[in-house]
């Protein structure tokens, strides 16, 4: 069976409605069910380029937690534009990586080993962002989709980041909300609310779930504290990269000073080890000076987006 056709009978699971979930499972458990599923995030898995897994894995993975768990009631989705992640479904094998230029085709042939096919993202229907050969025939109800949507994606980078965002220390309810809204307003989302998951840690550390652009909201539960040990490699990486936040770089001054500070902690963007690390960079002349994220999720992605031409 292939991705699509689990995922198609994933999207046809009997929805169950709010006061069918609490009888069957009790409004506690509920509530815990819908915070685990929404913690649940698979795209934010980083897979490396390395080691693809094959689209069956993942979509049965994706049906048992749902077949499991009873939760076609907490499944929804909207406009594929509106995401940050895509499927990259080549050959046969998938990667499901994180949205970084905003074209979904270009940012899985920057992953892929050579040589890579001429490529074509489509709106799988269901939600999300497939990108196939443009060789193949894509399944009924797909359709072709040019872009993503760049400030959503940029939103994500910048909520995840180890360097001065979520992920780099532990935010309180208050801190973390403070610093979603800043983001909310740099990147010009207007009317856009921040919702709080209650939680019952006595030091709950904030991070931020998926952007919700359907009901513009963006949502903040205890993942804990994301940073890690201070002598971590990623962190003593976001560290070392925090200055460069404060600068006016090129796209590609950014890029080698990154490079250059990876260099000096032995990361490496080859060998797969706790100093593993995958640079991204996408050019945007619309901006300034470029901006440096670090997301950690096994391998430390980082992702650096600027103009050619730096301007103060």
């Known amino acids: 069976?292939?991705?699509?056709?689990?995922?198609?009978l994933l999207s046809r699971i009997a929805p169950v409605s709010d006061e069918e979930a609490?009888?069957?499972f009790g409004e506690s458990a509920q509530e815990r069910l819908l915070d685990g599923i929404a913690s649940f995030r698979p795209a934010r898995e980083r897979h490396s380029r390395r080691r693809p897994r094959r689209a069956v894995v993942i979509a049965l993975a994706v049906l048992v937690v749902a077949a499991a768990t009873g939760a076609g009631w907490a499944l929804t989705h909207g406009p594929a534009r509106e995401t940050t992640s895509v499927d990259c479904l080549i050959h046969g094998v998938t990667s499901v990586i994180e949205a970084t230029s905003g074209d979904p085709a270009a940012d899985c042939a920057a992953i892929w080993p050579a040589p890579v096919p001429k490529l074509q993202a489509y709106d799988d229907g269901l939600g999300g962002v497939t990108v196939i050969p443009s060789s193949e025939t894509p399944p009924a109800g797909w359709t072709p989709i040019a872009s993503q949507d760049v400030a959503l994606i940029e939103l994500q980078d910048s909520l995840d980041d180890h360097i001065n965002g979520l992920g780099s220390a532990c935010f309180d309810a208050s801190a973390a909300t403070t610093f979603a809204q800043r983001q909310l307003n740099r990147?010009?989302?207007?009317?856009?609310t921040i919702q709080v998951r209650p939680s019952s840690n006595p030091v709950p550390c904030y991070s931020g779930s998926d952007p919700e652009p359907g009901s513009k909201t963006v949502t903040l539960i205890d993942f804990g504290n994301q940073a890690g040990a201070a002598n971590s490699p990623p962190h003593e990486f976001a560290d070392s990269l925090?200055?460069?936040?404060?600068?006016?770089?090129?796209?590609?001054?950014?890029?080698?000073?990154?490079?250059?500070?990876?260099?000096?902690?032995?990361?490496?963007?080859?060998?797969?080890?706790?100093h593993n690390y995958a640079l991204k960079a996408t050019e945007d002349d619309t901006m300034r000076c470029a901006t440096v994220y670090s997301d950690v999720a096994g391998t430390d992605d980082v992702v650096v987006r600027g103009p050619a031409t730096a301007s103060p």
């Open 242 to 274: 925090r200055p460069l936040t404060q600068e006016c770089l090129s796209l590609r001054a950014m890029e080698s000073a990154v490079e250059q500070r990876a260099a000096s902690l032995g990361m490496s963007q080859t060998v797969e080890n706790d």
């Open 187 to 192: 990147l010009g989302f207007v009317d856009w």
């Open 1 to 8: 069976m292939s991705a699509p056709d689990s995922l198609e």
């Open 22 to 24: 609490a009888a069957l």
